[in-house]
């Protein structure tokens, strides 16, 4: 009765909330606890909520650390086929209204993504960072965890963050800096 769309083999899990108007493509997943925005697409194959990649080691072995959080998606986001947006290990993931996520993009456990976002195709965003309103992220950028990544900031093409960047920043390369300087150095 509120528009929204649930396709044949996507799946929403058990407590999950989809908002009015928003569509599930084939094989679209939201599981337990995650919380989809109103005029939403998920497209196929997109798993909203699957479990950050959390674990402490003990000499060799890996012990998983349970991720008992959730996924907060806002109104009007999109999210392409086969991206993931993992659960937070507590509290919640975040993607902010407005925001557009391209096919294969991999958001981290505790990541909180800023309204009106753009992220491109293979970007990957490591665990609790923060991306202010507005930001951009080229195809294949990739954003280390714990930092900080300023309001309207444009990440470059396979550009590597490994610091927190201010606001209306643009970076290129590896490591990422100022896109004036990556040029400079490549001439």
């Known amino acids: 009765g509120d528009g929204t769309i649930v396709s044949s083999g996507a799946f929403v899990g ?3 909330r989809i908002g009015a108007r928003t569509l599930l493509h084939p094989h679209a997943v ?18 909203i909520g699957s479990d950050g990649f959390g674990f402490v ?25 086969c991206s993931c947006v993992d659960r937070a290990v507590t509290g919640s993931t975040i993607v902010g209204s407005g925001t557009k996520i391209d096919n294969l993009v991999q958001v981290g456990h505790n990541v ?11 970007v990957g965003i490591a665990g609790s960072a923060k991306l202010g309103a507005g930001v951009i ?12 990544i300023g309001d309207y900031s444009l990440i470059l093409a396979q550009a590597g963050v490994t610091h927190s960047i201010p606001p209306k920043s643009r970076v290129s390369g590896f490591p990422a800096q100022p ?7 490549q001439v």
């Open 137 to 148: 992220a080229a195809g294949q950028a990739g954003i280390s965890g714990h930092i900080e």
């Open 30 to 47: 939201v599981l337990a606890d995650c919380v989809v925005g109103e005029d939403c697409i998920l497209n196929a194959g997109c798993v």
């Open 14 to 16: 058990r407590n999950a």
């Open 179 to 185: 896109h004036r300087a990556t040029m400079e150095q």
């Open 57 to 81: 080691r003990v000499g060799v072995e890996q012990i998983k650390i349970p991720q008992i959080g959730n996924v907060v998606i806002g109104d009007r986001v999109e999210i392409g086929a």
């Open 112 to 122: 909180v993504i800023g309204e009106h976002c753009t992220l491109c195709g293979q």
